[in-house]
Each structure stands twice: as structure tokens, then as C-alpha cells.
């Protein structure tokens, strides 16, 4: 079901005032809140409750897949597909392989950062509705904004604004769909 | 250590800070933007970037003969197969590696400093790894088969010797250029966002808003970021040390007199991070006067970059004392020979002139008077790019030019092909480099952000 809103934005002046309104926002029990700010600031994501992600994981996997494939490569060509015979001497000799192993497992797991990131967090992501908002523009310059979307539970369009506003902000708009 | 990036008390007596006072948010970001976001462009930087660019023709000309002649046009003969071209190949792909070390090794000691000078330096980073690539490939005398290099599936049945550091250099320089270009473009994606959100020019918003592909500064996104460049950091840091070990292995690998030798890899590493700052510093210095970011690039960066130079120098000068000892004191007589040919052989002028670079006038580094005079840093920093790039082509040529046969010994003098291939890569990277200042913020503004009084939450925040 399609909201009318996608939610209710508020502006903050700085990132204080933010980080206690998302705590609060948090206390009065909407789930469904989303912070924008110009840069990373601990203490809000400590409020919104965001400690875990899988990121680090994808990285390990990445990691194992990276050395795994780099070492089968080059015991496949060198032992099997191309064996050259030098004097006799053995064909699978490991502590030559390690480093292009070790290239290509910090190779993929640093391909599976940046590629991890940017699946987590959905990006590209060519619309999103905030960018409605005419004053998010400065989310990027000074400007810190909290967002309850339209989806939470609680979210009822007078009163999560008449909340919000209680919250002391500079302003608190509509972002529409 | 000791410099927390949470501790703002960066305005110490005595001690210049991170960045000047009475800096908001809005500042920094409209100062640092605006550099690229302004529809003129300035002066002083078309008259370098024309400059940069005839080098680039010069560089472009003698790539072009050197497709049609082949690689004889350079001075390499038997037995100096390597010349010029590996020597500026050691020498711009350590120059690269300061760039890592300020994005990665410094982000992971916490030293907050390094917010407004790190985006440049990875820059750099990329640019040298460019110029530095070009060497081997032009080198291999038959450029356009490059691809040879990495195993495919091919018609012909051969595959590369993995056994050959030659072939560990291709793994490790080409994992080097992705993942450095990877880490700097994750690094510029929250500033493209704010260059999307600022530029008024509609083709200059659609372009920094694709590449900053919808970001919008979201907490959950900026938890995951954060991790993300952590993890970048923490791959970069053993991989920056790896590429230098790499190059090195080139050489110890091989068993020429001179060349094999264990303590080529950390001292390899310690030269690589010398030059980079030299060439960290020629850059900042005449970039902070020209666009007046004396407030964003202090003396405080300056100084720390000094003493960075300073200490790896001194590692630097340890390795080359520590090289003749072990020579003498091998009881061999080629390790003997080597060195003692080095210090007076055809080439003696250019190991004392090396020394005098590296290790004898940088010794000036030691005062606090010399490290805070920007003529004196920026004159110290091109004796130590000289330097760097004569102990490579120490290394290279000398090394090379008597061996173990005096039949087989010879002499090496580069043409005026490799002066033009060389001075055409200085040319390839600054005009990749002054593109960059155009287009790109050259100080990462939401690093920069961070380090202002007002980026730190006053009120506690219950758990």
C-alpha cells in the first residue's frame, strides 16, 4: 500500500540537536527513522540503534574467494595445464605462489568492499524521494535532518509532525513520494 | 600517536593547528568547492597545465617512435638492459606509495591531520602508479602484447612463469592501481554528493550526480561507509607494503652483485615513502599559496610531513651504510667489487651525488627553523626526488654495468629518447593531476568537517 507521504523530515542545526532528537525520536518508539547528515557522527548511530553489518563478512568471503582462486591458478597452470621441467625441480613449488595469492586475496576483498558498500546501501540509487525536499540539498553542506517514514507503525501525519516539532527544530517538512 | 581524531584540542601552544580558527561547516565546504564549482578558471592554473600538456606531446612523440622503432631509441644495451626505464619506474611507483600511506596507514593510527591533505595524495598515488606503469610496458619492446603478462586461455599453450618476480610485479602493480583508484573514488563519493547538491551549472549536477550515485548521507549508510573505509585502509596497508617488497624482489631475486640482497625490501619501502612526501610536499606547497588553503594545509601539515621525510630518510641512510658493511664484511669479492665500484667507478659522481641528496642535506630536516621555511621544504623536497631517483638509477646501472665478466662489462648512457620518455611522464602527471584540481575537490570536505570543534556531540548519549 502506497502511503501518501513518504514521511516527515525535520532540520537541525547541528550535529547535537540531531543526535538527541534521534534518541528521543527512538524512546517515543518509531522503529522506521532514518538520520541525513554531512558527515558520520557516532553518537547518532548509537541512537538509532545501528551497530551490525555484513559488510566485514562479504569482505572475509571475498577475501577466501580471492586467495582460494589465486593459489588453485597457479597450481592449475603450473602443475597441470603448463608443467615446465627446470632441472628437476618440483613443479608445485608453493612459497612462489604466495604472493600473487596474496595480491589477488587483497584484490577481491577490496572488490568486495567497495561493491559490498555499494549493495548495502543500495546505491546507485537514481530517485529517492528526500531529495524532495528542497532544503535536503544542505544535508550535504551544514545542515542535519531525521526522517520518520511514512511506513512505521506509529506514523500518523499530524501527530509524528506535532512531535517533531516538539523536538525543537528548525523547520519540519513533508517529503513527498 | 596520541592524536585522537575526537580530541579537538588541536590548538596546542606552541604547536600550529589542523586548521585555522573560526571555520563552520558551511565554510570549509563552500571554500573547498568552490575551487571547482567557479566558472573561471584561474591563471596559475592554465599556465602549469599548458606547460603539462606540451610535456605530455613530448611524451606522446617518443612513445610514437617508439611503437615504430622499437626500444632501441633508449640508450639500453647489453649489458644495461634496464636504463632509464626501470629506473623511473622504481622511482614514480614509489612515489605513489606516500599517497597510500596517508590514506590508509595514517587512518588507521587515528592521525587526524591527515583529513586535508589525504585526497590529494591519493591522487597522486594514482597518477604515479599511471606514469610508473608506462615503463615496463614501453620496456617490453613489443608494447601492444602486454596482455601476454596475465593468463588467459590462449591459442599459443603458454601460460606465465609464476615462479618469475617479473610476474609477481604485474599482480602487485596492477592490484595496487584498483585498489588505489577504488579507495579514492569511495573516498570522493560523499563530495560528489555535495558538489551535485551546490553546482548551479545543470550539466556540471548531472555529472557529479551520477558518479556520486544517489548518495544522500544517511546515518545507516555512513555506518557502513565508515566500515568500508576501514576495511579499504586495512587492505591497503600491507598491500602498499607489498608492492614496494614486490619491486624489490626484481631486483634480490636476481643474483647480480649489488642487487642480491635481503635488506632491499624494507629499505625499498623506506625510499618509496621519502620520495613520496618529497613529492607530497612539491605539490601542497605551491597548491595551498595558489588557491590561499593556508588555513586548510597548515604548518602543522607541513612540519609532519617533514618529519615523516625526515625519519624515513634516516632509514633510508641506515640502508646504504648498512650496505657497504655487509658488503665488506661478506668476504665476497663481487659484493666487494660492487660496492667499491659504486664509490669510485665511472659512476662515482652519482653515488656521492645521491648521498649528498639522501642522506648528507636533508640532515637539515632536524630543524624545527628548516621545517617550517616553505622555500627550504620545497627545495628539500626536489634534492630528495633527485635523490630517490639516483639511488634507483645507482641501483639499476651500476649495478648492472660490471657483473661478474669483465667481458661482459660495459658502459650505459641514456639518449635523448629516454630523457623525452622520462620528462613526458612528468608531463603525463601533471596534467592528470591539474585535471584533477579542476574537476574534483582536492581536500576531502566531509573529512575536513570532522576535524572542526562543532563535528563533536557535547550532550552524553545514554547507551
Redesign the interface.
Same mark, same amino acid.
Given at each position: 500500500m502506497k502511503t501518501p507521504v513518504y514521511g516527515l523530515m525535520a532540520e537541525f542545526e547541528?550535529?547535537?540537536a540531531l543526535?538527541?532528537a534521534?534518541?528521543q525520536v527512538r524512546e517515543k518508539g518509531y522503529r522506521v527513522v532514518?538520520?541525513?547528515?554531512?558527515?558520520?557522527?557516532?553518537? @547518532?548511530?548509537?541512537?538509532?540503534g545501528?551497530h551490525h553489518?555484513r559488510?566485514?563478512l562479504i @569482505?572475509l568471503c571475498g577475501g577466501i574467494i580471492g586467495g582460494l582462486s589465486g593459489y588453485l591458478?597457479?597450481y592449475y597452470?603450473?602443475v597441470i595445464?603448463?608443467p615446465?621441467n627446470i632441472a628437476g625441480r618440483p613443479l608445485h613449488?608453493w612459497p612462489?605462489?604466495i604472493?600473487?595469492t596474496?595480491?589477488?586475496t587483497?584484490?577481491f576483498?577490496?572488490?568486495a568492499? @567497495?561493491l559490498?558498500?555499494?549493495g548495502?546501501?543500495g546505491?546507485?540509487?537514481?530517485?529517492?524521494p @528526500?531529495?524532495n525536499v528542497p532544503r535536503?540539498?544542505?544535508?550535504?553542506?551544514?545542515r542535519f535532518f531525521l526522517c520518520i517514514e511514512a511506513r512505521d507503525p506509529l506514523f500518523d501525519r499530524h501527530d509524528t509532525a506535532e512531535f517533531l516539532s516538539s523536538l525543537h527544530p528548525r523547520e519540519v517538512s513533508e517529503v513527498a513520494h | 600517536m596520541g592524536e585522537d581524531p575526537r580530541d579537538k584540542s588541536s590548538i596546542q601552544p606552541g604547536r600550529s593547528a589542523v586548521i585555522a580558527p573560526g571555520h563552520?561547516? +558551511?565554510t570549509v565546504?563552500?571554500k573547498i568547492s568552490s575551487i571547482v564549482l567557479t566558472r573561471r578558471t584561474p591563471l596559475f592554473w592554465f599556465v602549469p597545465f599548458l606547460i603539462a600538456s606540451g610535456l605530455l606531446m613530448v611524451f606522446l612523440a617518443a612513445v610514437g617512435y617508439l611503437f615504430a622503432r622499437g626500444v632501441g631509441i633508449w640508450g639500453i644495451r647489453v649489458p644495461v638492459m634496464w636504463g632509464w626505464a626501470i629506473t623511473n619506474f622504481v622511482w614514480w611507483i614509489g612515489i605513489g606509495h606516500a599517497g597510500t600511506l596517508i590514506s590508509a596507514i595514517l587512518l588507521l593510527l587515528r592521525q587526524s591531520w591527515r583529513n586535508s591533505i589525504n585526497r590529494f595524495a591519493e591522487a597522486m598515488t594514482l597518477f604515479a602508479v599511471a606514469c610508473a606503469g608506462m615503463f615496463p610496458l614501453l620496456h617490453l619492446g613489443r608494447p601492444w602484447l602486454f596482455y601476454w603478462l596475465f #593468463?588467459y586461455p590462449n591459442s599459443m599453450?603458454?601460460? #606465465?612463469? $609464476?615462479?618469475s618476480p617479473l610476474?609477481?610485479d604485474v $599482480?602487485?602493480v596492477s592490484?595496487y592501481a584498483?585498489?588505489s583508484a577504488?579507495?579514492w573514488?569511495?573516498g570522493l563519493i #560523499?563530495d560528489l +554528493?555535495?558538489l551535485?547538491?551546490?553546482a548551479r551549472n545543470r550539466w556540471a549536477r548531472a555529472t557529479y550526480g551520477?558518479l556520486a550515485?544517489?548518495?544522500?548521507? +544517511?546515518?545507516?549508510?555512513?555506518?557502513?561507509? !565508515?566500515?568500508?573505509s576501514l576495511?579499504?585502509a586495512g587492505?591497503?596497508t #600491507?598491500?602498499v607494503l607489498?608492492v614496494h617488497t614486490?619491486v624489490s $624482489?626484481d631486483f634480490t631475486v636476481a643474483i647480480v652483485p649489488g642487487w642480491h640482497s635481503t635488506i632491499f625490501p624494507p629499505y625499498f619501502v623506506a625510499g618509496a615513502i621519502y620520495s613520496g612526501f618529497a613529492m607530497v610536499l612539491v605539490l601542497a606547497i605551491p597548491l595551498r599559496a595558489m588557491y590561499g588553503l593556508e588555513d586548510l594545509i597548515t604548518m602543522r601539515h607541513l612540519d609532519n610531513m617533514a618529519k615523516v621525510m625526515l625519519a624515513t630518510g634516516q632509514i633510508v641512510a641506515y640502508s646504504y651504510l648498512f650496505e657497504a658493511f655487509i658488503a665488506w664484511y661478506s668476504g665476497n669479492t663481487y659484493e666487494m667489487f660492487a660496492i667499491w665500484n659504486r664509490m669510485t667507478g665511472p659512476y662515482a659522481p652519482t653515488y656521492w651525488l645521491l648521498i649528498f641528496c639522501n642522506l648528507v642535506f636533508p640532515q637539515l630536516l632536524w630543524l624545527k627553523k628548516i621545517r617550517t621555511n616553505i622555500v627550504w621544504l620545497f627545495v628539500m623536497s626536489l634534492d630528495v626526488l633527485l635523490g630517490m631517483w639516483l639511488e634507483r638509477y645507482v641501483i639499476v646501472v651500476v649495478s648492472l654495468h660490471r657483473d661478474f665478466l669483465p667481458s661482459s662489462w660495459g658502459i650505459y648512457s641514456p639518449t635523448i629518447w629516454d630523457v623525452a620518455t622520462f620528462v613526458g611522464t612528468i608531463g603525463l602527471f601533471f596534467f592528470l593531476f591539474f585535471l584533477f584540481i579542476r574537476s574534483m575537490p582536492m581536500i576531502s570536505i $566531509?573529512?575536513v568537517?570532522?576535524l572542526l570543534p562543532?563535528? !563533536?556531540?557535547? !550532550?552524553g548519549?545514554?547507551?
Amino acid at each position: 500500500m502506497k502511503t501518501p507521504v513518504y514521511g516527515l523530515m525535520a532540520e537541525f542545526e547541528n550535529p547535537t540537536a540531531l543526535a538527541a532528537a534521534a534518541r528521543q525520536v527512538r524512546e517515543k518508539g518509531y522503529r522506521v527513522v532514518e538520520a541525513y547528515s554531512p558527515f558520520a557522527i557516532e553518537e @547518532v548511530n548509537e541512537a538509532l540503534g545501528l551497530h551490525h553489518n555484513r559488510l566485514p563478512l562479504i @569482505v572475509l568471503c571475498g577475501g577466501i574467494i580471492g586467495g582460494l582462486s589465486g593459489y588453485l591458478m597457479q597450481y592449475y597452470l603450473a602443475v597441470i595445464d603448463f608443467p615446465i621441467n627446470i632441472a628437476g625441480r618440483p613443479l608445485h613449488s608453493w612459497p612462489s605462489f604466495i604472493i600473487i595469492t596474496f595480491e589477488l586475496t587483497i584484490l577481491f576483498s577490496a572488490l568486495a568492499t @567497495v561493491l559490498g558498500l555499494l549493495g548495502l546501501c543500495g546505491l546507485p540509487m537514481p530517485y529517492h524521494p @528526500v531529495f524532495n525536499v528542497p532544503r535536503f540539498a544542505l544535508a550535504s553542506r551544514d545542515r542535519f535532518f531525521l526522517c520518520i517514514e511514512a511506513r512505521d507503525p506509529l506514523f500518523d501525519r499530524h501527530d509524528t509532525a506535532e512531535f517533531l516539532s516538539s523536538l525543537h527544530p528548525r523547520e519540519v517538512s513533508e517529503v513527498a513520494h | 600517536m596520541g592524536e585522537d581524531p575526537r580530541d579537538k584540542s588541536s590548538i596546542q601552544p606552541g604547536r600550529s593547528a589542523v586548521i585555522a580558527p573560526g571555520h563552520t561547516f +558551511a565554510t570549509v565546504t563552500d571554500k573547498i568547492s568552490s575551487i571547482v564549482l567557479t566558472r573561471r578558471t584561474p591563471l596559475f592554473w592554465f599556465v602549469p597545465f599548458l606547460i603539462a600538456s606540451g610535456l605530455l606531446m613530448v611524451f606522446l612523440a617518443a612513445v610514437g617512435y617508439l611503437f615504430a622503432r622499437g626500444v632501441g631509441i633508449w640508450g639500453i644495451r647489453v649489458p644495461v638492459m634496464w636504463g632509464w626505464a626501470i629506473t623511473n619506474f622504481v622511482w614514480w611507483i614509489g612515489i605513489g606509495h606516500a599517497g597510500t600511506l596517508i590514506s590508509a596507514i595514517l587512518l588507521l593510527l587515528r592521525q587526524s591531520w591527515r583529513n586535508s591533505i589525504n585526497r590529494f595524495a591519493e591522487a597522486m598515488t594514482l597518477f604515479a602508479v599511471a606514469c610508473a606503469g608506462m615503463f615496463p610496458l614501453l620496456h617490453l619492446g613489443r608494447p601492444w602484447l602486454f596482455y601476454w603478462l596475465f #593468463p588467459y586461455p590462449n591459442s599459443m599453450g603458454v601460460q #606465465p612463469q $609464476f615462479r618469475s618476480p617479473l610476474v609477481w610485479d604485474v $599482480f602487485a602493480v596492477s592490484t595496487y592501481a584498483t585498489v588505489s583508484a577504488m579507495f579514492w573514488f569511495v573516498g570522493l563519493i #560523499p563530495d560528489l +554528493a555535495t558538489l551535485r547538491d551546490r553546482a548551479r551549472n545543470r550539466w556540471a549536477r548531472a555529472t557529479y550526480g551520477i558518479l556520486a550515485m544517489g548518495w544522500r548521507g +544517511a546515518a545507516s549508510h555512513w555506518q557502513k561507509y !565508515e566500515t568500508a573505509s576501514l576495511l579499504l585502509a586495512g587492505l591497503a596497508t #600491507p598491500l602498499v607494503l607489498s608492492v614496494h617488497t614486490v619491486v624489490s $624482489f626484481d631486483f634480490t631475486v636476481a643474483i647480480v652483485p649489488g642487487w642480491h640482497s635481503t635488506i632491499f625490501p624494507p629499505y625499498f619501502v623506506a625510499g618509496a615513502i621519502y620520495s613520496g612526501f618529497a613529492m607530497v610536499l612539491v605539490l601542497a606547497i605551491p597548491l595551498r599559496a595558489m588557491y590561499g588553503l593556508e588555513d586548510l594545509i597548515t604548518m602543522r601539515h607541513l612540519d609532519n610531513m617533514a618529519k615523516v621525510m625526515l625519519a624515513t630518510g634516516q632509514i633510508v641512510a641506515y640502508s646504504y651504510l648498512f650496505e657497504a658493511f655487509i658488503a665488506w664484511y661478506s668476504g665476497n669479492t663481487y659484493e666487494m667489487f660492487a660496492i667499491w665500484n659504486r664509490m669510485t667507478g665511472p659512476y662515482a659522481p652519482t653515488y656521492w651525488l645521491l648521498i649528498f641528496c639522501n642522506l648528507v642535506f636533508p640532515q637539515l630536516l632536524w630543524l624545527k627553523k628548516i621545517r617550517t621555511n616553505i622555500v627550504w621544504l620545497f627545495v628539500m623536497s626536489l634534492d630528495v626526488l633527485l635523490g630517490m631517483w639516483l639511488e634507483r638509477y645507482v641501483i639499476v646501472v651500476v649495478s648492472l654495468h660490471r657483473d661478474f665478466l669483465p667481458s661482459s662489462w660495459g658502459i650505459y648512457s641514456p639518449t635523448i629518447w629516454d630523457v623525452a620518455t622520462f620528462v613526458g611522464t612528468i608531463g603525463l602527471f601533471f596534467f592528470l593531476f591539474f585535471l584533477f584540481i579542476r574537476s574534483m575537490p582536492m581536500i576531502s570536505i $566531509f573529512e575536513v568537517r570532522t576535524l572542526l570543534p562543532q563535528a !563533536e556531540v557535547t !550532550e552524553g548519549i545514554e547507551k
